[in-house]
């Protein structure tokens, strides 16, 4: 079946088998392989993105299910190759090591930014608790958020793309 | 303290890591990035059964499935004389079964299809007939007269033995603790756990068939070892082998060994003349790829009655899966579990490990651990605690003063390590410091007045990494050394190859800094290269926290091997006697008059250029260098934790978590602390709940992250680092290693904390990892049962 | 990673549609709400419907939390975080919010669906005690009309419902009550999973007695409710002594087994820690006006 998404703001199709994971759509079909993947099981977060602005665990939804939807994948963060902030935080406060959780955490991160510009550290654990780190013991990435809120840029514009869902 | 300071251009110190634009922007090149033209997918068929002989199997229905386009079995295999490979501990084990499944997970048949999900698919059509064998679970029946026998492919094995090794001197420790005033006993078990990296293991294998050459992007820790082994178990020549790791998403030691999957793709390629892909699934990389631990230790520590503590020793039965596949050095079977001495100025210490197979997935390997280390501190430390319940003592007390002293460096300890240098008492009285250990224990008194359950833990350790000394260990028979070969093109930048390979440690940055150090060539002019066999010398890979130790000594030798023949073209240069030259970092000038000097970049130039160069000297600025560690480093630490338990719910929450580490000199701060914070959380969940349990049939309890649980950012808490800094004097740039450090620290540390908590209360004096609610509660019944 | 095995597949564009299409299908077709209780289970391919309904365009028409007719009204295709950010829900049915607070994970709470969690009828799934501990009733909805069934009737044990093959969960309906408070006491092992044990309480006052107590336990093998210990508050003063009562039958009536989460006695233990603890706080919930 013909499947066709609005991705980082640009329309793109492809003809996959129906039950093909969303996961799968984005890294192989679509080539944007920034979206990862660790588990079987919706435990991992590895393969977080936005769908329609809100956090998805894309392993765990066709890519038929996302047909028509918004999705913004890691790669879709640095508008017009400037970093977002929390990008820019993860670099100032080591926020990541082997970086492979790391676009999920980023992903989380921006909206939970976009929902809340000043987290307290609770609130970021409490955001990426879907998410496994295994390699930082997740201070620097809370701090790598706290980093992203206190240098938001004065406008508040954000780089997502977000609907009314 | 972990945000970057502003940048060191030239130099050791916090400086963001070179690896990070390419991470925050999804472009890391992880293996199941890879697409390559043509490119077929392997899947795996995995035994549902512990142990069974292999009666049929039946791959009609898959071969003729529309997509496939290869099933491989392991008669198959055994015709190509590929159905069994050596081991990291010069074993064999199965590529692919051919008699029996000795594990449930075991690899029996390998598909090749077009696609992934037909892949998949094609497994269901796969028809084995099984005949179920009994099965030997607990270690501790596996050398019973009536047990089954795993290995009957072996000729001559007639048990389920693997081997006996022992430490220090049983006789003289057997004195020692005759004349001891108090000797105290524990049955301490390190369970079975697993390093679940998040990304999973995988390769993809592409065999030229015009050149010849095979090209394997794989995941692994030790690029160059794995390309000698596929050598020896393919017989294809070593050279027309190149491993290429890309950047890999996390290893801890599950990505030391050589996988059948990976030799699986490499057959597929060969025989459909296409690239194949092998991506383990979740539950793949649980139930059959490398485990750690599972020793079950009964533990003794002697002492005098005021708290002198005089001996050690320790029983284990090591439980090593079906086949011994542990990744040790060759003359270490247990590692380098006699470090279980610890920090302690011991009169005698000895210990004993049996080596048992069991229908388990064979694994062994350190999930970030130094060969048996964490086993040894842990009972080490947990032996401590005892001993300070037994006498009343405070356990911070009872350790600071056991210690070895500073004086006493090099220390020669019971069992044959040398450690290299210490100061044991100022990392305790720091930790002691940050955590306010005074005022912790009144605020436990006042708890427990109260009837609330709070706990503090104390762990000291003391490590050895960065194997090793070629006269003392090597893995299957290869010197645990490693290269480094340093190129500084003409206009001043450099290229440094290592053998190290990266799993997020930062070498791209750690690495570059170490020659920026030395030369004085700013760091971001040093491209580092890792992985790739046919970019970088020869070494053993990074594992065992011994990429600083011995691959960063390599990268500071080969700098200054070539700063020593910058000496020589600059002398040229400045038509002056190189004796008479001086270094100042990035720049050699004529002593007593520092005008008269060239800089690393004029010197490159120079090196590169049309002029002549002094006689003897070689033109170009490059070297290379082999380093062969003439002793192991000796890392410590000293590590505080605090917990409180719902004494209705049996919960433990770790409140506090202070770390003091002495790693020696510390390349890049903002590093080290963030593989300590990374450390302390699988510490974390070592201890509180990761867990690969089995039923009494063999079947896996352990195989998804539903079951085997990591910790979250709700489980652990704001790490409190603090650090002492005492350089090793044989290292050349005085650095220890650091990365495992933490994971051996942290769980006693946090298990003392969990047993102070309940002591007084409950009469708890031993519990096993994980400490998950069910089982505190239970032994807060008097009931503590160890892991099944 | 896992994949689901083949499966034909269309997206309901109504609940007529929805329900025409399982009319069709008949027994080999399964409903696709969030997806997170359906589509792990079949990649593990411990689930392999022949045809899959995707009933997510449905997440308008069936995603609601309103007040109507003294009841709280709840879309089967309400997801988790919106009964989590609910105003109404925190007001009326706090053991809701206790609840989603400790169900899976934000990012998993962001697709999940009540509807989703009860059909799904997980044993260590915490909606379908939290709803029976409230006296919930549910409407399912197929050919010939409305069903409203109450937890006990459609919640027929684990991975089992009353809802036929031709059949949807349409709607779950709270009743309100002026003096009532309810609470969710969850162990688990680590955030994200699932209960060890778990209990609800929901407790309704007049005139300084509990008229009727819901008790509801998860994962531990009990009953939809815990009768026994209802009877024993039914009627009673609220008091520690009588929380430690019925806490008591709550874990009497239950049968937990042993595996990695617990022992039985722990569980057991757990039932009568965490139903004293609800019931406590139920009740000073009721007391104080929060409900």
């Given at each position: 079946?013909?499947?066709?998404?609005?991705?980082?703001?640009?329309?793109?199709?492809?003809?996959?088998?129906?039950?093909?994971?969303?996961?799968?759509?984005?890294?192989?079909?679509?080539?944007?392989?920034?979206t990862?993947?660790g588990?079987?099981?919706?435990?991992?977060?590895?393969?977080?993105?936005l769908?329609?602005?809100?956090?998805?665990?894309?392993?765990?939804?066709?890519?038929?299910?996302?047909?028509?939807?918004?999705?913004?994948?890691?790669?879709?963060?640095?508008?017009?190759?400037?970093?977002d902030?929390?990008?820019?935080?993860?670099?100032e406060c080591?926020?990541?090591?082997?970086?492979?959780?790391t676009?999920?955490?980023?992903?989380?991160?921006?909206?939970?930014?976009?929902?809340?510009?000043?987290?307290?550290?609770h609130?970021?654990?409490?955001?990426?608790?879907?998410?496994?780190?295994?390699?930082?013991?997740?201070?620097?990435?809370?701090?790598?958020?706290?980093?992203?809120?206190?240098?938001?840029?004065?406008?508040?514009?954000?780089?997502t793309?977000?609907?009314?869902? | 303290?972990s945000?970057?300071?502003?940048?060191?251009?030239?130099?050791?110190?916090?400086?963001?890591?070179?690896?990070?634009?390419?991470?925050?922007?999804?472009?890391?090149?992880?293996i199941?990035?890879?697409?390559?033209?043509?490119?077929?997918?392997?899947?795996v068929?995995?035994?549902?059964?512990?142990?069974?002989?292999?009666?049929?199997?039946?791959?009609?229905?898959?071969?003729?499935?529309?997509?496939?386009?290869?099933?491989?079995?392991?008669?198959?295999?055994?015709?190509?004389?590929?159905?069994?490979?050596?081991?990291?501990?010069?074993?064999?084990?199965?590529?692919?079964?051919?008699?029996?499944?000795?594990?449930?997970?075991?690899?029996?048949a390998?598909?090749?299809?077009?696609?992934?999900?037909?892949?998949?698919?094609?497994?269901?059509?796969?028809d084995?007939?099984?005949?179920?064998?009994?099965?030997?679970?607990?270690?501790?029946?596996?050398?019973?007269?009536?047990?089954?026998i795993?290995?009957?492919?072996?000729?001559?094995?007639?048990?389920?033995?693997?081997?006996?090794?022992?430490a220090?001197?049983?006789?003289?420790?057997?004195?020692?603790?005759?004349?001891?005033?108090?000797?105290?006993?524990?049955?301490?078990?390190?369970?079975r756990?697993?390093?679940?990296?998040?990304?999973?293991?995988?390769?993809?294998a592409?065999?030229?068939?015009?050149?010849?050459?095979?090209?394997?992007?794989?995941?692994?820790?030790?690029?160059?070892?794995?390309?000698?082994?596929?050598a020896?178990?393919?017989?294809l020549?070593?050279?027309?082998?190149?491993?290429?790791?890309?950047?890999?998403?996390?290893g801890?030691?599950?990505?030391?060994?050589?996988y059948?999957?990976?030799?699986c793709a490499?057959?597929?390629?060969?025989?459909?003349?296409?690239?194949?892909?092998?991506?383990?699934?979740?539950?793949?990389?649980?139930?059959?790829?490398?485990?750690?631990?599972?020793?079950?230790?009964?533990?003794?520590?002697?002492?005098?009655?005021?708290?002198?503590?005089?001996?050690?020793?320790?029983?284990?039965?090591?439980?090593?899966?079906?086949?011994?596949?542990?990744?040790?050095?060759?003359?270490?079977?247990?590692?380098?579990?006699?470090?279980?001495?610890?920090?302690?100025?011991?009169?005698?210490?000895?210990?004993?490990?049996?080596?048992?197979?069991?229908?388990?997935?064979?694994?062994?390997?350190?999930?970030?651990?130094?060969?048996?280390?964490?086993?040894?501190?842990?009972?080490?430390e947990?032996?401590?605690?005892?001993?300070?319940?037994?006498?009343k003592?405070?356990?911070?007390?009872?350790?600071?003063?056991?210690?070895?002293?500073?004086?006493?460096?090099?220390?020669?300890?019971?069992?044959?390590?040398?450690?290299?240098?210490?100061?044991?008492?100022?990392?305790?009285?720091?930790?002691?410091?940050?955590?306010?250990?005074?005022?912790?224990?009144?605020?436990?008194?006042?708890?427990?007045?109260r009837?609330?359950?709070?706990?503090?833990?104390?762990?000291?350790?003391?490590?050895?990494?960065?194997?090793?000394?070629?006269?003392?260990?090597?893995?299957?028979?290869?010197?645990?050394?490693?290269?480094?070969?340093?190129?500084?093109?003409?206009?001043?930048?450099?290229?440094?190859?290592?053998?190290?390979?990266?799993?997020?440690?930062?070498?791209?940055?750690?690495?570059?800094?170490?020659?920026?150090?030395?030369?004085?060539?700013?760091?971001?002019?040093?491209?580092?290269?890792n992985?790739?066999?046919?970019?970088?010398?020869?070494?053993?890979?990074?594992?065992?926290?011994?990429?600083?130790?011995?691959?960063?000594?390599?990268?500071?030798?080969?700098?200054?091997?070539?700063?020593?023949?910058?000496?020589?073209?600059?002398?040229?240069?400045?038509?002056?006697?190189?004796?008479?030259l001086?270094?100042?970092?990035?720049?050699?000038?004529?002593?007593?008059?520092?005008?008269?000097?060239?800089?690393?970049?004029?010197?490159?130039?120079?090196?590169?250029?049309?002029?002549?160069?002094?006689?003897?000297?070689?033109?170009?600025?490059?070297?290379?260098?082999?380093?062969?560690?003439?002793?192991?480093?000796?890392?410590?630490?000293?590590?505080?934790?605090?917990v409180?338990?719902?004494?209705?719910?049996?919960?433990?929450?770790?409140?506090?978590?202070?770390a003091?580490?002495?790693?020696?000199?510390?390349?890049?701060?903002?590093?080290?602390?963030?593989?300590?914070?990374?450390g302390?959380?699988?510490?974390?969940?070592?201890?509180?709940?990761?867990?690969?349990?089995?039923?009494?049939?063999?079947?896996?309890?352990?195989?998804?992250?539903?079951?085997?649980?990591?910790?979250t950012?709700?489980?652990?808490?704001?790490?409190?680092?603090?650090?002492?800094?005492?350089?090793?004097?044989?290292?050349?740039?005085?650095?220890?290693?650091?990365?495992?450090?933490?994971?051996?620290?942290?769980p006693p540390?946090?298990?003392?904390?969990?047993?102070?908590?309940?002591?007084?209360?409950?009469?708890?004096?031993?519990?096993?990892?994980?400490?998950?609610p069910?089982?505190?509660?239970?032994?807060?019944?008097?009931?503590a049962?160890?892991?099944? | 990673?896992?994949?689901?095995?083949?499966?034909?597949?269309?997206?309901?564009?109504?609940?007529?549609?929805?329900?025409?299409l399982?009319?069709?299908?008949?027994?080999d077709?399964?409903?696709?709400?969030?997806?997170?209780?359906?589509?792990?289970?079949?990649?593990?391919?411990?689930?392999?419907?022949?045809?899959?309904?995707?009933?997510?365009?449905?997440?308008?028409?069936?995603?609601?939390?309103?007040?109507?007719?003294?009841?709280?009204?709840?879309?089967?295709?309400?997801?988790?975080?919106?009964?989590l950010?609910?105003?109404?829900?925190?007001?009326?049915?706090?053991?809701?919010?206790?609840?989603?607070?400790?169900?899976?994970?934000?990012?998993?709470?962001?697709?999940?669906?009540?509807?989703?969690?009860?059909?799904?009828?997980?044993?260590?799934?915490?909606?379908?005690?939290?709803?029976?501990?409230?006296?919930?009733?549910?409407?399912?909805?197929?050919?010939?009309?409305?069903?409203?069934?109450?937890?006990?009737e459609?919640?027929?044990?684990?991975?089992?419902?009353a809802?036929?093959?031709?059949?949807?969960?349409?709607?779950?309906?709270?009743?309100?009550?002026?003096?009532?408070?309810?609470?969710?006491?969850?162990?688990?092992?680590?955030?994200?999973?699932?209960?060890?044990?778990?209990?609800?309480?929901?407790?309704?006052?007049?005139?300084?007695?509990?008229?009727?107590?819901?008790?509801?336990?998860?994962?531990?093998g009990?009953?939809?409710?815990?009768?026994a210990?209802?009877?024993?508050?039914a009627g009673?003063?609220?008091s520690?002594?009588?929380?430690?009562?019925?806490?008591?039958?709550?874990?009497?009536d239950?049968?937990?087994?042993?595996?990695?989460r617990?022992?039985?006695?722990?569980?057991?233990?757990?039932?009568?820690?965490?139903?004293?603890?609800?019931?406590?706080?139920a009740?000073?919930?009721?007391?104080?006006?929060?409900?």
């Amino acid at each position: 079946m013909q499947v066709t998404v609005t991705i980082n703001g640009e329309e793109r199709s492809a003809d996959v088998e129906p039950r093909t994971l969303l996961v799968h759509f984005i890294r192989d079909d679509l080539d944007l392989t920034g979206t990862h993947w660790g588990c079987d099981t919706s435990n991992c977060g590895a393969c977080v993105v936005l769908f329609d602005g809100e956090p998805l665990k894309s392993c765990t939804m066709l890519a038929a299910t996302a047909a028509g939807h918004e999705i913004t994948t890691v790669e879709g963060l640095a508008a017009g190759g400037e970093l977002d902030p929390v990008q820019q935080g993860f670099i100032e406060c080591h926020g990541q090591q082997i970086g492979f959780c790391t676009p999920g955490m980023l992903l989380t991160a921006r909206a939970l930014l976009d929902a809340n510009p000043d987290p307290s550290e609770h609130e970021i654990r409490e955001a990426i608790s879907g998410q496994i780190c295994r390699c930082t013991g997740y201070s620097n990435i809370v701090k790598a958020v706290r980093w992203a809120a206190e240098n938001a840029p004065a406008t508040t514009t954000t780089t997502t793309t977000t609907t009314g869902a | 303290m972990s945000t970057v300071q502003p940048s060191p251009t030239v130099g050791y110190g916090s400086m963001r890591r070179k690896e990070d634009p390419r991470f925050v922007r999804g472009q890391g090149r992880y293996i199941d990035d890879l697409k390559l033209p043509g490119m077929l997918h392997g899947a795996v068929l995995r035994s549902p059964l512990a142990h069974a002989r292999i009666i049929s199997i039946d791959t009609a229905a898959a071969a003729a499935h529309p997509k496939v386009k290869a099933v491989i079995t392991g008669a198959d295999l055994a015709g190509l004389g590929l159905a069994w490979m050596p081991t990291m501990s010069q074993d064999t084990q199965a590529v692919l079964a051919t008699d029996k499944v000795r594990f449930q997970g075991q690899e029996v048949a390998f598909v090749v299809a077009e696609d992934r999900y037909s892949a998949r698919d094609a497994l269901e059509l796969i028809d084995v007939e099984y005949e179920e064998l009994p099965v030997v679970i607990d270690a501790r029946k596996a050398l019973d007269a009536d047990a089954p026998i795993i290995r009957d492919d072996k000729e001559g094995q007639t048990s389920n033995h693997i081997f006996d090794w022992e430490a220090g001197d049983s006789e003289e420790t057997d004195r020692v603790f005759a004349a001891a005033d108090v000797v105290v006993a524990r049955d301490i078990i390190y369970p079975r756990c697993h390093p679940a990296p998040l990304e999973t293991c995988g390769a993809v294998a592409q065999m030229d068939p015009v050149m010849g050459k095979l090209t394997l992007w794989t995941t692994t820790q030790a690029p160059h070892a794995h390309r000698t082994v596929y050598a020896l178990v393919a017989g294809l020549p070593e050279h027309k082998i190149r491993i290429i790791p890309g950047d890999i998403g996390g290893g801890f030691g599950n990505k030391v060994p050589v996988y059948p999957g990976y030799v699986c793709a490499i057959v597929g390629s060969i025989l459909t003349g296409k690239p194949v892909k092998w991506m383990e699934d979740r539950s793949e990389n649980l139930l059959s790829t490398g485990f750690a631990r599972d020793y079950i230790m009964h533990g003794e520590i002697a002492a005098t009655s005021d708290g002198t503590i005089t001996g050690l020793r320790v029983t284990t039965t090591a439980d090593h899966g079906a086949f011994n596949a542990t990744a040790q050095p060759t003359k270490y079977p247990a590692g380098f579990f006699h470090i279980f001495s610890g920090s302690y100025d011991l009169q005698a210490a000895h210990c004993k490990v049996t080596g048992v197979y069991t229908n388990k997935a064979p694994g062994g390997v350190a999930y970030r651990c130094s060969f048996r280390v964490t086993e040894a501190v842990y009972l080490v430390e947990r032996m401590v605690d005892a001993l300070a319940l037994e006498l009343k003592l405070d356990p911070a007390q009872l350790r600071l003063k056991n210690f070895i002293r500073p004086e006493q460096f090099p220390y020669q300890c019971k069992t044959g390590w040398t450690y290299d240098s210490g100061e044991y008492e100022r990392a305790m009285r720091l930790a002691m410091e940050i955590a306010g250990y005074d005022d912790l224990r009144r605020e436990q008194a006042e708890k427990r007045a109260r009837g609330e359950l709070m706990g503090i833990g104390i762990a000291f350790f003391t490590e050895t990494v960065g194997a090793g000394p070629r006269k003392d260990m090597d893995i299957l028979g290869l010197a645990m050394n490693d290269g480094a070969d340093l190129r500084v093109h003409p206009t001043g930048k450099a290229v440094l190859g290592i053998s190290a390979m990266s799993q997020g440690q930062g070498h791209e940055t750690t690495f570059a800094q170490i020659v920026s150090e030395e030369l004085g060539i700013p760091s971001a002019d040093i491209e580092v290269v890792n992985g790739d066999t046919d970019r970088t010398p020869y070494g053993l890979g990074t594992y065992g926290s011994r990429s600083t130790p011995v691959s960063g000594a390599a990268t500071a030798l080969v700098a200054r091997k070539v700063r020593e023949r910058a000496r020589l073209i600059a002398a040229g240069m400045l038509e002056a006697s190189p004796d008479d030259l001086e270094w100042e970092r990035g720049r050699w000038f004529v002593k007593g008059d520092p005008e008269q000097g060239s800089t690393i970049q004029e010197i490159a130039m120079a090196a590169h250029g049309a002029g002549d160069l002094p006689e003897g000297v070689e033109g170009m600025l490059e070297d290379t260098c082999v380093y062969n560690p003439p002793n192991l480093t000796f890392p410590f630490g000293a590590y505080i934790c605090v917990v409180d338990i719902d004494p209705g719910t049996a919960k433990v929450v770790v409140r506090r978590f202070v770390a003091v580490d002495d790693c020696g000199v510390r390349i890049n701060p903002m590093i080290v602390e963030g593989q300590i914070h990374g450390g302390l959380a699988e510490g974390v969940g070592i201890a509180l709940m990761e867990l690969i349990a089995f039923d009494e049939q063999g079947n896996c309890l352990g195989g998804s992250f539903m079951d085997y649980l990591i910790p979250t950012a709700l489980e652990v808490p704001e790490w409190e680092l603090g650090a002492t800094v005492t350089p090793s004097p044989h290292h050349p740039i005085g650095a220890k290693g650091v990365g495992e450090s933490p994971t051996v620290g942290s769980p006693p540390a946090i298990v003392n904390a969990i047993i102070d908590a309940l002591h007084d209360s409950h009469g708890v004096d031993h519990i096993d990892m994980p400490c998950t609610p069910g089982r505190v509660w239970d032994a807060m019944q008097g009931r503590a049962e160890p892991p099944q | 990673m896992q994949v689901p095995a083949p499966f034909e597949y269309e997206r309901a564009t109504s609940v007529q549609h929805a329900l025409e299409l399982l009319r069709a299908r008949g027994p080999d077709a399964r409903l696709l709400a969030g997806g997170h209780s359906l589509l792990p289970m079949m990649k593990l391919r411990l689930a392999a419907p022949e045809f899959l309904i995707d009933i997510d365009p449905l997440a308008g028409e069936l995603g609601y939390i309103r007040e109507q007719d003294g009841e709280l009204r709840v879309g089967a295709m309400t997801r988790h975080r919106a009964l989590l950010e609910s105003d109404a829900v925190a007001r009326h049915a706090t053991i809701i919010t206790d609840a989603e607070r400790v169900i899976a994970d934000p990012v998993v709470r962001n697709r999940g669906t009540i509807g989703g969690a009860l059909c799904q009828a997980d044993p260590a799934e915490d909606l379908s005690a939290v709803c029976a501990a409230l006296e919930a009733t549910v409407v399912v909805r197929g050919a010939d009309g409305d069903r409203v069934l109450t937890m006990p009737e459609f919640h027929r044990g684990p991975y089992e419902t009353a809802v036929g093959d031709a059949e949807m969960l349409i709607e779950v309906r709270i009743p309100l009550h002026p003096v009532a408070g309810s609470a969710y006491e969850k162990v688990e092992r680590r955030v994200g999973d699932w209960a060890v044990a778990a209990a609800g309480a929901a407790v309704r006052l007049h005139a300084g007695v509990i008229t009727r107590a819901g008790i509801a336990l998860t994962a531990v093998g009990a009953g939809v409710t815990s009768g026994a210990a209802e009877q024993a508050l039914a009627g009673q003063p609220p008091s520690e002594a009588t929380f430690a009562a019925a806490a008591e039958l709550a874990a009497r009536d239950c049968s937990p087994t042993t595996d990695q989460r617990g022992s039985v006695e722990y569980k057991r233990h757990l039932a009568r820690e965490l139903t004293l603890r609800a019931l406590r706080t139920a009740t000073a919930r009721a007391l104080r006006g929060d409900a």
